[in-house]
Antibody, heavy 123, light 107 residues
């Protein structure tokens, strides 16, 4: 079964740091771009960022609200995706989902999602 | 950034009704659009990609159309299990952006 499982969420103070993880199984992780998407309580979906695969030099893209504060990385040997979050703000409070990017011709879309991990930024 | 505007933000319909949700992009995105269904407390699930291609395993009561800036998701015959929030997302350019969502309730 193709599966993504996030972990590492929790309560952190404003200005603090946290690293969350996503463990992949059931597919060749190294063949796929991977994304993070978040959802604040009672709100819609917000794309956080993307990391490409090795053949694309593991390059990354970020949404403006997190650029310079969040870093996406991956360890293909461990089938794991990471999101290092620093200088956290209360508005970063959300459920964080990792998602696999599927390529179908010219279409790159998120086809498999984890269940999410909750990050709460509060004093 | 490309803004995605969905309408309506919520709707209520009877079982068996045909339901239409629209999504408008602030600029031309060709057909680089995906529709997701999200049930409460769950992860989103893709329904349609490339504006009109049915994702594997998704029932044919879901269909999508459109190109350029205007897109439509149709549920041909609404069933109780379709109670959910639906989101469009463009992947034409970064940052990827989502519509605000359409909450579908069953009357």
């Amino acid at each position: 079964d193709v599966q993504l499982v996030e972990s590492g969420g929790g309560l952190v103070q404003p200005g603090g740091s946290l690293r969350i993880s996503c463990a992949a199984s059931g597919f060749i992780f190294s063949d796929h771009y991977m994304d993070w998407v978040r959802q604040a309580p009672g709100k819609g979906l917000e794309w956080v960022g993307r990391i490409r695969k090795k053949t694309n030099s593991y390059t990354t893209e970020y949404a403006a609200p997190v650029k310079g504060r969040f870093i996406i990385s991956r360890d293909d040997s461990e089938n794991s995706l990471y999101l290092q979050m620093s200088s956290l703000k209360t508005e970063d409070t959300a459920v964080y989902f990792c998602a696999r990017v599927l390529v179908s011709g010219q279409h790159y879309y998120l086809d498999v999602w984890g269940k999410g991990t909750t990050v709460t930024v509060s004093s | 950034d490309i803004q995605m505007t969905q309408s309506p933000s919520s709707l209520s319909a009877f079982v068996g009704d045909r339901v239409t949700i629209t999504c408008r992009a602030s600029q031309d995105i060709n057909n680089y659009l995906v529709w997701f269904q999200q049930k409460a407390g769950k992860a989103p699930k893709p329904l349609i990609y490339g504006a009109s291609n049915l994702q594997s395993g998704v029932p044919s009561k879901f269909s999508g159309s459109g190109s350029g800036t205007d897109f439509t998701l149709i549920i041909s015959s609404l069933q109780p299990e379709d109670f959910a929030t639906y989101y469009c997302q463009q992947y034409r350019s970064y940052p990827l952006t989502f519509g605000g969502g359409t909450k579908v309730e069953i009357k």
